[in-house]
């Protein structure tokens, strides 16, 4: 069964940094695309980066230019690098990862469940 697990949240004052981890374990083949969401309280989840299998990534306009988004397919982890972060920047954080669990082709999408991250002074 593929898990994936996520970490690197906290609590963190204005203009610092977190960086959070999403590891894959179980029955892998391989990790295609992967992605960061965030939820908000009262509000929906939204797309904070993805990054394909080649390494191609996209980012909201809400985090262009401190979020950067990268992965070790050989831990078959994911990053998030948040820098200059903002107290609206405060969501639960969650992994996306659409994963090939045999050779035959087999895949799907999982998720993680989601770490806190809190920007306040």
């Known amino acids: 069964q593929v898990q994936l697990v996520e970490s690197g949240g906290g609590l963190v004052q204005p203009g610092g940094s977190l960086r959070l981890s999403c590891a894959a374990s179980?029955?892998?083949?391989?990790?295609?695309?992967a992605g960061w969401y965030r939820q908000a309280p009262g509000k929906e989840r939204e797309l904070v980066s993805r990054i394909n299998a080649g390494g191609s990534t996209n980012y909201a306009d809400s985090v262009k230019g401190r979020f950067t988004i990268s992965r070790d397919n050989a831990k078959n982890t994911v990053y998030l690098q948040m820098n200059s972060l903002k107290p609206e920047d405060t969501a639960v954080y969650y992994c996306?990862?659409?994963?090939?669990?045999?050779?035959?082709?087999?895949?799907?999408?999982?998720w993680g469940q989601g770490t806190q991250a809190t920007v306040s002074s």
């Open positions: 996306n990862a659409d994963i090939s669990y045999s050779r035959y082709g087999n895949r799907r999408v999982f």
């Open positions: 179980g029955s892998i083949y391989s990790i295609n695309a």
